[in-house]
C-alpha cells in the first residue's frame, strides 16, 4: 500500500475493455461483408431468444468513432475486439474485401490516437457461412483457410497493433457449436465436435506460423475460457472424480496441452475413442505447439457440481450425468454463482501445472445485471461488487508470483449475447437499443478510477 491509501498493480499493468464483432458492430450487409454462422443462426426460429439479430446490436460499425471517445473518457488504456472474418473475406477465401479491412485500420489509428493499445482477436466465433457450408470447423480445410485470412489481417495491421489473439474461447466454437447446439451452427455431432477440437487447434497454428513468417516482433496468443471444478458433496462410488476428471480434460487441458506441451492428454483421447477420436496427421502436433508470448484467460465463474441420483460418467465424454447445484439468489443474470477467489485458485493451479506457461491477460471478466435507467445514471452496485471482489482475487494471485499483465474487463458495451438475444447486459456502458444512446454506469466511472489508480483503493 503506497502512502496515498492506494493498493497498486505492477507497473505497466494493462487495463482495459473487451468487445466482439458480432456483438457490437451490426451492419452485417455493409461494406462488402457476407453472412457468418451467426448471421444464419440468427434466422433460424426459436434459436435466440425473442428473435433477436445482429443486424443493428450496438452498431458499433457506424459509431467507431463515438465508442473511442468514450474509452478515452473512461481512461482506458487497452482495447480488446475481434475482427469480423466475414467482413474482410467474405466467403471465407480468396481475395481481401477492402472495404471491410479499411475499417479495422481506421479503428487501430484511432485507438492509437487516443493513447489506446489495441488487442486484436481473429476469430470470435463468426465463422463465414460459406465455409460452413464446405464442412466447418470438423473439415481440415478450414484450418488453412483461417492462416490465409490471419495472414492477410496481420499484413494489413502489424506495423501498428503488437498483440494478437488467434482463437477465442475454441471449447465453445467446437462443444457449443457441433454437440450442443447452442451455438452457431447448431449441429449435435459429437464426432464433428471432436474433429473440430483439432483443427480450431491446428488452425492456431497455424496461423501463428502464417504471422510470424511476416514479422516475428509482435506478441503472439489465444484465449481460452478453461474452468475451475469444484465437486460437492459425498463421493462414495467415484461419480464426481470421474466426472471432474473428464470435463477438465474437455474443458481445459484438450487445449492447452497441444498448445503448451505439443502432445495431446492420454486419458483424454480414451476418453474420446468411442466418438471417433481427434484426427491427428503427422506433423500437426508440431505445428501446433508454437511458441507463445501470452494466453488469454477468461473468467466469470467456479463451476460446482454433484452427482445426479443414478448417474454414470464411465461412457460420457463430457460434464454429463452430473447436477450443478442452484447457485442461490447472489448469481448473475446468467445464473453463474459469485466465485470470485475462484480466479485466484485457478490461477495458482494453472501456473502449477503448467510452470513454463507464457504471461497472462485477463482476457475477458464481468457479469450480467440488468439495472434501469434511472434519472439519466444506471446504478450498477452489484457489478461494481463482482468486479471489485475479481480484481481483489487476481491482485492476491499477482502477489503469490502469478505472472500477469492486463485486465481486460467484459465488456465495454451492452451487446447482442449470442443464444440470449439483449436480454443480458455485461457493458459497463448501457446501450439503449431503440436509440443506441450509450450511458455510462456507475461501473464505468468507478472502473475510471481503478485505472487512474492502477489498483483498488484501500479497503
Known sequence: MTSDGQRPFPDGFLWGTATSAFQVEGATEAGGRRPSIWDTQCGIEGRIAHGDTGEVAADH?????????????????????SIAWPRVQPTGVGPVNQPGLDFYSRLVDELLAAGITPLVTLYHWDLPQALEDDGGWPARDTSYRFADYAAIVFEALHDRVDLWATLNEPWCSAMLGYVDATHAPGRTETAAGLRAIHHLNLAHGLAVRAMRNIDPAPRQGIVWNPVRIVPLGQDPDGTIAEGRRRALGLRNRVWMDPVLRGRYPEDVLRDLEPYGGLPVEAGDLEAIAQPLDWV????????RFQAAPGSRTANTPGLVGVATPDPGPDATDMGWPLTPDGLRAYLLDLRDEYPDLPPI???ENGAAFDD????GAVHDKRRIAYLEGHLCALRAAIDAGVDVRGYFLWSLLDNFEWQYGYAMR????????????????????WYRDVIRRNGLAAG
Do not use: C
Open 61 to 81: 460499425y457506424h459509431r467507431w468513432r463515438e465508442d473511442v471517445a468514450l474509452m478515452q473518457q473512461l481512461g482506458l488504456q487497452g482495447y480488446r475486439f
Open 296 to 303: 488469454g484467460i477468461n473468467y466469470y465463474s467456479d463451476i
Open 361 to 363: 491477460y485477463i482476457t
Open 372 to 375: 434501469p435507467i434511472i434519472d
Open 426 to 445: 455485461f457493458g459497463i456502458v448501457h446501450v439503449d437499443y431503440d436509440t443506441l444512446i450509450r450511458t455510462p454506469k456507475d461501473s464505468a466511472n
